[in-house]
């Protein structure tokens, strides 16, 4: 029989290897053949009856930039900053150190790739992350590998939508909404409805931010990608740019990339109003999409779509694999998922899946690349089930 003095020793030495273990592990590097720099800006941005903000009045919107740089970093950075990493360690049922020793490949303020022509042939990419969290560091494998193939991101955070963020340059950490809110439909549709404000605001800051400091980044064409409410912003967006003439003029959508969000008003036929985008939409589901009765909005949209589009589910993930998250669960000695509402598919395999679907969709509306995981089910990737599509007149 084990004493109980030695079972606690056995319990801090298991606590202090793993911490070891954990101590300046890097997460995935990205795939790309460029390296990747990072910056953020802070969009002063009003949104009036922000349900989030304390005095329902938003203010400022943070903007995290992802680019390709051929300046190799000078030395690992901390993946999280200590108070998202403090927030989601005791959340996820990790010990101390296994988030906050985490360290990244990223290049602050690296000097971004030259372009010749001066401009970017890459689309910028406009990312939005999950509703209320994880915020857009916690997306810090997908986005940084689009990057090393050449794309610029622009990532948004509301500001106290998300449980926490950090202002650059010395600015404050803002804590939002707890991991833990409730939500309902109304809140849901408050923050889809301020998640295009956002972007309107983003599209309208963006090229003249860039003139002025001389970035080779593009500011006429644009991609939109996001998971969850801020996947279905990126739709809501691409439909105002093809049905609203002038809302975004000199600035061409090329399509947009859901990543298990389901649609809100006016954008399926369960409620008010049907959107018929009429321009590429690529919607990449968790498991939970087998499923109609959890989510309806996703077969009633593709009915209404008379342009391209593709819906696939990626067996084994769950809702938050689209995020950093799916990683997060490799990171216990025992291989164990102490996060919830992630799958079974291993984390190398799913950032693989993510990286490839995403840059077929975007290569193919940028440069006209043959899309062939598109097209259908695929050999390389028999997890993606292929479950629908057209072809329309918006085609790709």
């Given at each position: 029989m084990v004493k109980p003095r030695l079972t606690m020793l056995y319990y801090k030495a298991f606590?202090?290897?793993?911490?070891?273990?954990?101590?300046?592990?890097?997460?995935?590097?990205?795939?790309?053949?460029?390296?990747?720099?990072?910056?953020?800006?802070?969009?002063?941005?009003?949104?009036?009856?922000?349900?989030?903000?304390?005095?329902?009045?938003?203010?400022?919107?943070?903007l995290t930039f992802f680019y390709p740089s051929l300046h190799l970093p000078p030395s690992p950075r901390k993946y999280l900053t200590p108070q998202t990493a403090a927030l989601f360690e005791p959340a996820a049922n990790y010990p101390p150190g296994t988030l906050s020793n985490l360290t990244s490949?990223?290049?602050?303020?690296?000097?971004?790739?030259?372009?010749?022509?001066?401009?970017?042939?890459?689309p910028t990419l406009i990312f939005q992350p999950g509703g209320t969290g994880p915020p857009v560091e916690v997306y810090q494998i997908l986005l940084p590998s689009l990057a090393s193939h050449g794309?610029?991101?622009?990532?948004?955070?509301?500001?106290?939508?998300?449980?926490?963020?950090?202002?650059?340059?010395?600015?404050?950490?803002?804590?939002?909404?707890p991991l833990d809110v409730q939500l309902n439909a109304t809140f849901d549709q408050a923050i889809y409805d301020f998640r295009l404000s956002d972007t309107d605001a983003f599209l309208e800051f963006y090229p003249a931010w860039v003139r002025q400091l001389g970035l080779?980044?593009?500011?006429?064409?644009?991609?939109?990608?996001?998971?969850?409410?801020?996947?279905?912003?990126?739709?809501?967006?691409?439909?105002a740019s093809r049905n609203e003439a002038g809302r975004y003029e000199g600035k061409t959508i090329l399509g947009a990339l859901n990543y298990d969000g389901g649609f809100f008003e006016g954008q399926a036929s369960v409620v008010p109003g049907v959107a018929d985008v009429g321009a590429p939409v690529l919607l990449m589901g968790s498991e939970a999409h087998y499923n109609t009765t959890l989510d309806p909005t996703w077969e009633s949209f593709t009915a209404a779509q008379t342009g391209w589009w593709r819906e696939v589910v990626v067996n084994?993930?769950?809702?938050?694999?689209?995020?950093?998250?799916?990683?997060?669960?490799?990171?216990?000695?025992?291989?164990?998922?102490?996060?919830?509402?992630?799958?079974?598919?291993?984390?190398?395999?799913?950032e693989e899946?993510?990286?490839?679907?995403?840059?077929?969709?975007?290569?193919?509306?940028?440069?006209?690349?043959?899309?062939?995981?598109?097209?259908?089910?695929?050999?390389?990737?028999?997890?993606?089930n292929y479950i629908g599509s057209g072809n329309g007149t918006a085609s790709v």
């Open positions: 606590l202090l290897l793993f911490s070891v273990q954990t101590l300046c592990k890097g997460i995935p590097k990205p795939t790309g053949p460029y390296h990747v720099g990072v910056t953020q800006h802070v969009l002063p941005h009003t949104t009036p009856h922000d349900v989030t903000a304390p005095n329902g009045t938003g203010a400022s919107i943070l490949s990223l290049h602050l303020s690296a000097p971004p790739l030259p372009s010749t022509p001066c401009t970017s042939t890459h794309y610029t991101i622009a990532a948004l955070d509301h500001t106290y939508e998300q449980p926490f963020v950090q202002y650059p340059d010395g600015g404050p950490g803002i804590y939002g909404l080779p980044f593009n500011t006429s064409h644009y991609g939109l990608l996001g998971h969850s409410i801020g996947g279905a912003a990126a739709v809501g967006v691409l439909a084994g993930s769950m809702h938050l694999d689209y995020s950093d998250i799916s990683f997060w669960k490799e990171l216990t000695p025992d291989g164990k998922v102490m996060t919830p509402e992630v799958g079974g598919i291993g984390s190398a395999r799913m899946i993510k990286s490839v679907y995403t840059r077929a969709f975007f290569d193919c509306l940028s440069f006209g690349t043959e899309p062939t995981v598109l097209h259908g089910p695929s050999e390389m990737f028999p997890e993606v």
